[in-house]
């Protein structure tokens, strides 16, 4: 590389972090969609972009049109891989890797799952304090906050059916990969903060990109029907 491209991609180095910051935060996003959050160019965005796709940190992929598709090529989307998270920190290492394979030999799947248990123990501890902080927000929001300070990027999204709990990160993908355990527990610990059945669509652990949880509205409460006529006459007999 010669002296002045090495100085002008020194000089991208700052922008382009932003650039994949603001996908770990939003999630899969367009050039449109990263232009207006760092306020650039589309332009600027995608030559940051090709740069970033070379270097394998993201890849592109077509969005998907909901309905009737428009004349022109789709918008595409640009997600972060395995490469682009490594620059995040991670909770564990390899280390905490060969620890669950011990403690999975010497105590089984149960004694994994229970000290996933125990890793996601911050959620309920952690939900009434922010609840009672923040009123306004509604339960899935008090729990992507919580989520959030420990480091998932968590957000909340709407769905015909009720809202998407949607985790743009999570510090301990390469271990849940291989023990399936602590995105069960993290699964048990939002339906009870929540005191609703949820269900997990998409893990980052098991290569989607983001971690999906749906949380659908609770049944209506049915109204207390009124007595009919008989039953009043009758009652007053």
Known sequence: MRAGSARGAEADAPTRARVVQTILQNGPSTAADLAAALDLTPAAVRRHLDQLVEEAVVVASEQRIRGARGR???????????????????????????????????????????????????????????????????????????????????????????????????????????????????????????????????TIAHGDGVCTTCIPRPPAVPRASSPTEPERNGASA
């Open 72 to 202: 022109g090529r789709p918008a595409r989307v640009f997600a972060l891989t395995e490469t682009g998270r490594e620059q995040f920190d991670h909770t564990y290492d390899d280390l905490a890797v060969q620890a669950l394979r011990f403690l999975a030999e010497t105590g089984g799947d149960d004694a994994v799952l229970e000290f996933a248990r125990r890793r996601v123990a911050f959620i309920e501890r952690d939900f009434a304090r922010v609840r009672d902080e923040a009123p306004d927000l509604s339960p899935a929001e008090v729990l992507a906050t919580v989520l959030t300070d420990e480091g998932y990027a968590a957000s909340v999204r709407e769905s015909p059916i009720g809202e998407q709990l949607c985790q743009q990160h999570c510090p301990v993908s390469h271990v849940a990969h291989e023990f399936p355990q602590l995105c069960e527990a993290e699964t048990e610990a939002i339906s009870a903060v929540l005191g609703r059945h949820v269900q997990r669509l998409a």
